[in-house]
């Protein structure tokens, strides 16, 4: 099966400029997650959607991030306006509905957004 | 909030020599889980474990759920040099959420 796809792969920016990443899940996958991972550090969960509603945006810094995934497919996150702290690679990851046992929980390659 | 505190940070290791890295929680996990990460890539599911006290082995790795559940450790058998990488332990919350600790940066010498 295809893997979770997203774009760009990079992107720099200046600080205060805007920019959406895209995250297209696996097929079938009602859930998908952004994390951001900054340099040194795991990865950390920004926002959490089951089909098209949010389940968790607890830890999403709301002033300046969004998202979306107004079909219950594709998402994209949107940083507006960006500053330098959000340098980091940003990980989309989908899954079935969440559960025990194995429910194909797949990352991304990622977007690493620098901002100058 | 939660947090993973996973060591060691790095290891520099000669191939053929076994690894073990571990991870404690301040709070207790229905699921831990251990990932690797290749430079540029995602993390990619090694080992999933679902039961306190659970022995799990893929291969040359081994992972074990701790009994308190706050904790789980990974090991590596004879490793090689794609072993090199950067290791991630991660507890899953009940709505699927993924508390990861800070990463093993493990180098291998041939």
């Known amino acids: 099966e295809a893997g979770v796809a997203q774009s760009p792969r990079y992107k720099i920016i200046e600080k205060r400029q805007s920019v959406a990443f895209w995250c297209n899940p696996i097929s079938g996958h009602a859930t998908l997650y952004w994390y951001q991972q900054i340099l040194g550090q795991g990865p950390k969960l920004l926002i959490q959607f089951q089909n098209n509603g949010v389940v968790d945006d607890s830890q999403l810094p709301k002033d300046r991030f969004s998202a979306e995934r107004l079909k219950g497919v594709d998402s994209t996150l949107k940083i507006q306006p960006a500053k330098l702290e959000d340098s980091a690679v940003y990980l989309c990851a989908s899954s079935r509905l969440s559960g025990t046992g194995n429910y194909g929980y797949t990352f991304g390659s990622g977007t690493r957004l620098t901002v100058v | 909030g939660q947090q993973l505190n996973q060591s060691p940070q790095s290891m520099f290791i000669q191939e053929g020599e076994d690894v073990s890295m571990n991870c404690t929680s301040s709070s207790i996990f229905n699921t831990w889980l251990w990932y690797k990460q290749d430079p540029g890539e995602g993390p990619v599911l090694l080992i999933a474990l679902y039961k306190a006290g659970e022995l799990t082995s893929n291969g040359r790795l081994t992972a074990q759920f701790g009994i308190t559940r706050k904790d789980s450790f990974l090991n590596i058998s004879a490793s090689i040099p794609s072993d090199v990488g950067i290791y991630f332990c991660?507890?899953?919350?009940?709505?699927?959420?993924?508390?990861f600790g800070q990463g093993t940066t493990l180098q291998v010498k041939p």
């Open positions: 991660a507890g899953r919350s009940n709505t699927g959420k993924l508390i």
